[in-house]
């Protein structure tokens, strides 16, 4: 049962004069900036339609009675404030989204869309230099980089209305541009204005996590939050830092025509994956020409500043003690994130925190139980992703508003522990996970499992299309059961044939069941069919035997 049955759909505020475009304006450097956030460049017609729905000029704040109380305020507006806001108010709740830079966060404007954009170039340029697919090979330099980015500016605007104030205003929610300082238990502040509410959830996202070596602060490094700025191709391209969104621009940026070089500390890369999956990779990338040191210790930065593009020196100590300096003259810093909570206010609050983000129980309450936090501002890593953003949202709607043992709209279980994650890496092959999906992470958690594992060499699918060598599909079981605990698969499209995984995970179909699933031929999903046939090919009974 909604628990505040009596309030009345939230009034419409008066509406607001129509906002001046984005398109008036003259900029020589990227706009908007507020409080360490930067903004877009270069201004042109789509990046000034992005601005428009993200960040619009001369938005009006509502106007609410000082008694007013919301029920839910969301602050943030990616996907968990959007989702949490626009849910909420979609139910009968007063809610209310609060932003001080972008809407649509990180994925919309500096994450999952850009560089699935330029990863769909990247993929189209390594396949015209194949040579066995039909088409004249191309050189490696045959790319036109500014109209791939022109092109990702152009599809980034055109998602962006659903991210938009106007679209969170028609889903029935207030908007407020600014930033968000809580007062108190139950109010927060946004500029000269104090909102009173009886549940929150804080949605602040997160940004890059810079480490503190020498010289870095002064090099004029990229973030995934600039990168995608780029009008021009770096002919040498380094990366610091060998996981997803490193990786994902590694073998992009090669693709494109520069020289590539990933540093990681860590032994492989992506470390927390399956360590085969992990070597097929770097298999692919280094066969496609780029460098990838593992183990390295970074230990200095110093530059030159030039023109078109300066020379950057990352000094370097390998695995067995010899020195090293690479030079390029682009670095992105992929080192991972580091959680938005300074400045929000959150001891007036009573809501802890500490520096890997805000403390959450299992239905993402704080230390304050008319607070919630959800995304990648909470203290908990394994769930820091846009699809987990948005399920938390869901969550939160429901138990902050909700009673009772109803299921949220968008997510299996109103307590993180009973989630299964799904994750992906977008490279070529993908590296797609779910669960427990290794040796590693079964034995961190106590679980015995049992690995069934079938390779894709022999998959008709996958011999047709070219695809890489290694590529495999692994699921993880509960010892001696076919209970599903998790699975890895490394293939092209693998994060689509993974949610097969995650749904039997999730809702306890077994191996068995899987395995007698018609599976479409020919595709690679029917390498999913052939890891879970070994349980059943196990347990066949044959000609001439007793059924037991």
Same mark, same amino acid.
């Given at each position: 049962?909604?628990?505040?049955?009596?309030?009345?759909?939230?009034?419409?505020?008066?509406?607001?004069?129509?906002?001046?475009?984005?398109?008036?304006?003259?900029?020589?450097?990227?706009?908007?900036?507020?409080?360490?956030?930067?903004?877009?460049?270069?201004?042109?017609?789509?990046?000034?339609?992005?601005?428009?729905?993200?960040?619009?000029?001369?938005?009006?704040?509502?106007?609410?009675?000082?008694?007013?109380?919301?029920?839910?305020?969301?602050?943030?507006?990616?996907?968990?404030?959007?989702?949490?806001?626009?849910?909420?108010?979609?139910?009968?709740?007063?809610?209310?989204?609060?932003?001080?830079?972008?809407?649509?966060?990180?994925?919309?404007?500096?994450?999952?869309?850009?560089?699935?954009?330029?990863?769909?170039?990247?993929?189209?340029?390594?396949?015209?230099?194949?040579?066995?697919?039909?088409?004249?090979?191309?050189?490696?330099?045959?790319?036109?980089?500014?109209?791939?980015?022109?092109?990702?500016?152009?599809?980034?605007?055109?998602?962006?209305?659903?991210?938009?104030?106007?679209?969170?205003?028609?889903?029935?929610?207030?908007?407020?541009?600014?930033?968000?300082?809580?007062?108190?238990?139950?109010?927060?502040?946004?500029?000269?204005?104090?909102?009173?509410?009886?549940?929150?959830?804080?949605?602040?996202?997160?940004?890059?996590?810079?480490?503190?070596?020498?010289?870095?602060?002064?090099?004029?490094?990229?973030?995934?939050?600039?990168?995608?700025?780029?009008?021009?191709?770096?002919?040498?391209?380094?990366?610091?830092?060998?996981?997803?969104?490193?990786?994902?621009?590694?073998?992009?940026?090669?693709?494109?025509?520069?020289?590539?070089?990933?540093?990681?500390?860590?032994?492989?890369?992506?470390?927390?994956?399956?360590?085969?999956?992990?070597?097929?990779?770097?298999?692919?990338?280094?066969?496609?020409?780029?460098?990838?040191?593992?183990?390295?210790?970074?230990?200095?930065?110093?530059?030159?500043?030039?023109?078109?593009?300066?020379?950057?020196?990352?000094?370097?100590?390998?695995?067995?003690?010899?020195?090293?300096?690479?030079?390029?003259?682009?670095?992105?810093?992929?080192?991972?994130?580091?959680?938005?909570?300074?400045?929000?206010?959150?001891?007036?609050?009573?809501?802890?925190?500490?520096?890997?983000?805000?403390?959450?129980?299992?239905?993402?309450?704080?230390?304050?139980?008319?607070?919630?936090?959800?995304?990648?501002?909470?203290?908990?890593?394994?769930?820091?992703?846009?699809?987990?953003? %948005?399920?938390?949202? =869901?969550?939160? +709607?429901?138990? $902050?508003?909700?009673? /009772?043992? &109803?299921?949220? @709209?968008? #997510?299996?279980?109103?307590?993180?522990?009973?989630?299964?994650?799904?994750?992906?890496?977008?490279?070529?092959?993908?590296?797609?996970?779910?669960?427990?999906?290794?040796?590693?992470?079964?034995?961190?958690?106590?679980?015995?499992?049992?690995?069934?594992?079938?390779?894709?060499?022999?998959?008709?699918?996958?011999?047709?299309? %070219?695809?890489?060598? =290694?590529?495999? +599909?692994?699921? $993880?079981?509960?010892? /001696?059961? &076919?209970?599903? @605990?998790? #699975?890895?698969?490394?293939?092209?499209?693998?994060?689509?044939?993974?949610?097969?995984?995650?749904?039997?995970?999730?809702?306890?179909?077994?191996?068995?069941?899987?395995?007698?699933?018609?599976?479409?031929?020919?595709?690679?999903?029917?390498?999913?069919?052939?890891?879970?046939?070994?349980?059943?090919?196990?347990?066949?009974?044959?000609?001439?035997?007793?059924?037991?």
């Amino acid at each position: 049962v909604f628990l505040y049955q009596c309030h009345a759909q939230l009034p419409k505020h008066p509406p607001c004069a129509m906002p001046e475009s984005w398109s008036a304006v003259t900029a020589d450097a990227p706009v908007p900036e507020h409080r360490g956030h930067v903004g877009v460049w270069p201004l042109d017609e789509h990046n000034a339609k992005l601005l428009d729905n993200v960040h619009p000029r001369g938005w009006q704040n509502p106007k609410r009675p000082d008694d007013f109380v919301y029920d839910l305020i969301a602050v943030g507006a990616g996907a968990a404030g959007l989702v949490s806001a626009k849910q909420s108010a979609r139910r009968g709740a007063k809610s209310a989204l609060v932003e001080m830079h972008l809407a649509g966060g990180d994925c919309l404007n500096v994450g999952c869309v850009p560089s699935k954009a330029l990863l769909r170039c990247a993929r189209a340029a390594a396949e015209r230099r194949r040579g066995d697919l039909g088409a004249p090979k191309a050189a490696r330099t045959e790319v036109d980089f500014p109209a791939i980015m022109e092109r990702m500016r152009r599809l980034r605007a055109q998602i962006a209305p659903v991210d938009s104030h106007e679209a969170t205003v028609q889903a029935g929610a207030d908007v407020y541009m600014g930033q968000a300082e809580f007062t108190g238990r139950n109010e927060l502040k946004v500029g000269s204005q104090t909102l009173r509410f009886r549940k929150a959830v804080i949605a602040a996202g997160a940004r890059a996590s810079v480490p503190p070596i020498p010289g870095l602060a002064e090099a004029p490094y990229f973030t995934n939050a600039t990168l995608f700025n780029l009008t021009e191709l770096p002919p040498r391209f380094a990366v610091l830092g060998g996981g997803p969104i490193g990786l994902e621009m590694a073998q992009a940026f090669r693709s494109f025509g520069s020289e590539v070089t990933v540093l990681e500390g860590m032994d492989r890369i992506l470390g927390p994956e399956d360590p085969e999956a992990s070597a097929v990779l770097d298999k692919v990338l280094r066969h496609e020409g780029v460098e990838i040191l593992t183990g390295v210790k970074v230990e200095s930065f110093a530059h030159t500043p030039a023109q078109p593009w300066p020379e950057i020196r990352v000094s370097v100590v390998l695995p067995g003690g010899e020195s090293k300096v690479i030079v390029c003259d682009a670095i992105l810093v992929a080192t991972g994130r580091a959680p938005n909570v300074q400045g929000l206010g959150l001891e007036a609050a009573g809501v802890e925190y500490h520096a890997r983000g805000v403390k959450v129980n299992d239905d993402l309450s704080t230390s304050n139980p008319d607070v919630y936090a959800a995304g990648d501002v909470i203290d908990r890593p394994e769930f820091k992703f846009t699809h987990m953003a %948005g399920t938390m949202a =869901g969550m939160v +709607v429901q138990n $902050a508003l909700f009673s /009772g043992e &109803d299921l949220p @709209v968008n #997510a299996p279980s109103r307590k993180l522990s009973e989630i299964v994650v799904p994750r992906c890496t977008y490279t070529e092959p993908e590296v797609a996970s779910c669960g427990i999906a290794s040796e590693r992470a079964a034995e961190a958690k106590g679980v015995s499992i049992e690995m069934y594992t079938a390779k894709l060499e022999h998959n008709d699918r996958a011999i047709l299309e %070219g695809g890489c060598d =290694g590529g495999f +599909v692994k699921i $993880a079981c509960l010892k /001696g059961t &076919d209970t599903i @605990v998790g #699975a890895t698969v490394v293939a092209e499209r693998a994060g689509d044939m993974l949610a097969e995984l995650t749904l039997a995970a999730q809702n306890g179909l077994g191996l068995a069941a899987v395995a007698r699933t018609v599976h479409p031929y020919p595709t690679l999903g029917e390498g999913i069919q052939q890891c879970a046939l070994a349980w059943n090919r196990a347990r066949w009974r044959k000609l001439g035997e007793k059924s037991a």
